[in-house]
């Protein structure tokens, strides 16, 4: 964090200790990986940590309460199992599931009662993919694929250390892409084939064999739960991993 922004927001705090927020706190991004004997993941890494991450990098480059908010937000409507679910809904492909979130958002008498104290509307940070900052299709830079990227690379397969994120970081920056967008990228394309080099041994892992067999067997688990009456689909987005 300190990486990522030696500022730390502290207006920030607020949005951060509400329920819906430290509800994503017991969902690992590592998708259910922590769990399985197939991996080593080395600490754990939750789906706060990762969006107060993005949120963050936002901050950072922007200065700007919306979308620092927006990237907060992203993954608060996240299900237990994180992309597990997914699989579990045959969107092992995209694994977009998170389809609550203007719905959690309006429904917290916390968060819209912090919105409305700071002037912000709802659909102002509901949909984070509205900022290319926050968001943007692969292949391009965004704040949610650096966090992403930086903190998997240390928490689930090792591939650098604080020094190198925070030299690979450093030396990004606002630039306009082709079609005069906003967008994240580097000054200098020495660090840039450096960070592709790196990633490019990281991605690869999250597409292997052994961690969709990971995640399937996860999913199969909680559809079998589920259409057995042990779980519900909303126990996804009210209960933490461990319970």
């Not at 509400?18 to 017991?26: A, C, L």
């Not at 993919?129 to 990227?149: C, G, K, V, W």
Request: negative net charge; proline residues 2%.
């Amino acid at each position: 964090f300190d990486i990522l922004s030696p500022e730390f927001p502290d207006w920030l705090l607020e949005y951060i200790e509400t329920s819906e927020m430290q509800r994503i706190d017991g969902t690992s991004m590592s998708c259910g990986t922590d769990y399985s004997k197939v991996f080593n993941v080395r600490y754990w890494y939750s789906n706060l940590d990762h969006s107060v991450g993005v949120a963050l990098i936002i901050w950072h480059f922007t200065k700007d309460k919306k979308q620092t908010l927006a990237g907060l937000f992203h993954d608060i409507a996240t299900p237990t199992f994180k992309h597990c679910i997914d699989f579990m809904n045959g969107d092992s492909e995209h694994q977009e599931s998170e389809e609550r979130t203007e719905q959690i958002i309006r429904n917290s008498k916390e968060i819209t009662s912090l919105l409305k104290r700071d002037g912000i509307k709802v659909e102002e940070v509901s949909d984070y993919h509205i900022y290319p900052i926050a968001d943007n299709d692969t292949p391009q830079l965004s704040a949610d694929r650096f966090e992403y990227t930086f903190s998997s690379g240390l928490v689930f397969h090792r591939v650098w250390e604080l020094d190198s994120i925070k030299e690979i970081y450093n030396d990004v920056v606002i630039l306009k892409n082709e079609d005069g967008i906003e967008e994240l990228g580097f000054n200098n394309i020495d660090i840039c084939e450096r960070y592709i080099n790196i990633i490019s041994k990281l991605w690869p892992e999250w597409v292997s064999d052994k961690d969709r067999t990971v995640m399937q067997f996860l999913a199969d688990i909680v559809k079998s739960m589920n259409a057995k009456g042990y779980l519900t689909i909303d126990d996804l987005y009210n209960l933490s991993e461990k319970q």
